[in-house]
Antibody, heavy 119, light 107 residues
Framework: EVQLVESGGGLVQPGRSLKLSCLAS????????MNWIRQAPGKGLEWVAS????????YYADTVKGRFTISRDNAKNTLYLQMTSLRSEDTALYYC????????????WGQGVMVTVSS | DIQMTQSPASLSASLEEIVTITCQAS??????LSWYQQKLGKSPQLLIH???SLADGVPSRFSGSRSGTQYSLKINRLQVEDTGIYYC?????????FGAGTKLELK
C-alpha cells in the first residue's frame, strides 16, 4: 500500500525557517517524481514544487522561488521542503504527492502537515 | 502561466442527477489535465487523468472529456458520497495550476 506521511510542521515566526519531510513507503520511491502542494485555510489547492526521481528536474511556483528548496533522499525514501524567509501567506496545510514523472498527474497524496506562520 | 478557469464555483444537485463541472485552459495543454475530489477534512484524491482516463478504483459514474481547451468532469447518477470539492489541474507546464474548485452539495 502506497503511504506518504508528512511531518515537521508547526508554528513559526515570520522570517524564520522550517523543514518539512515526507516519508514514503509501499512503492519504489526512487522511480517516482514527487511534489509539494499547499492549501491555505478555507482556500483552494496551490502547487508549490516538483522534483524528478533523480533530482535532475526541479520546478517551483513563483510565490516560493528563492525561498523554498525541494530535495529528496532516495536512500531514506524521504522528500523534503526547506522553507526560509517564511511569510504569513505561507500558512497552509502542506501535502506531498507522488507523480510518475515530471509534468505528470498526482496519483497519491499524503494526509498533509500544517504550517502556521505567525508572531 | 497557464490559467485554469473552473465553473461553477458551487453546485447543488439531487441524488441520481447528472452533474457536469468544466475547466477552461488559457492555452493548449493537450491531455495534461487531471481531476481531483477532496472530501471535507481529507486529502485530495485522483479521479481522472490524461483528461479522460478513470483512475484506479474510481466508480464508473465519473467520466472526463475534452473539447479543444475545455475539459469536463461528468458525474452520472450523483450519490451521497460524491459531495465535496472538485479541482482540475493542468500539468502541461510548470507552474502547474489548479482550478479554483467546485463545491458540490446535495439538494
Amino acid at each position: 500500500e502506497v503511504q506518504l506521511v508528512e511531518s515537521g510542521g508547526g508554528l513559526v515566526q515570520p522570517g524564520r525557517s522550517l523543514k518539512l519531510s515526507c516519508l514514503a513507503s509501499g512503492f519504489t520511491f526512487s522511480n517516482y517524481g514527487m511534489n509539494w502542494i499547499r492549501q491555505a485555510p478555507g482556500k483552494g489547492l496551490e502547487w508549490v514544487a516538483s522534483i524528478s526521481s533523480s533530482s535532475s528536474y526541479i520546478y517551483y511556483a513563483d510565490t516560493v522561488k528563492g525561498r523554498f528548496t525541494i530535495s529528496r533522499d532516495n536512500a531514506k525514501n524521504t522528500l523534503y521542503l526547506q522553507m526560509t524567509s517564511l511569510r504569513s501567506e505561507d500558512t497552509a496545510l502542506y501535502y506531498c504527492a507522488r507523480a510518475r514523472r515530471p509534468l505528470d498527474y498526482f496519483d497519491y497524496w499524503g494526509q498533509g502537515v500544517m504550517v502556521t506562520v505567525s508572531s | 502561466d497557464i490559467q485554469m478557469t473552473q465553473s461553477p464555483a458551487s453546485l447543488s444537485a439531487s441524488l441520481e442527477e447528472i452533474v457536469t463541472i468544466t475547466c477552461q485552459a488559457s492555452q493548449d495543454i493537450g491531455n495534461y489535465l487531471s481531476w481531483y475530489q477532496q472530501k471535507l477534512g481529507k486529502s485530495p484524491q485522483l479521479l481522472i487523468h490524461s483528461a479522460t482516463s478513470l483512475a484506479d478504483g474510481v466508480p464508473s459514474r465519473f467520466s472526463g472529456s475534452r473539447s479543444g481547451t475545455q475539459y469536463s468532469l461528468k458525474i452520472n447518477r450523483l450519490q451521497v458520497e460524491d459531495t465535496g470539492i472538485y479541482y482540475c489541474l493542468q500539468h502541461y507546464s510548470a507552474p502547474y495550476t489548479f482550478g479554483a474548485g467546485t463545491k458540490l452539495e446535495l439538494k
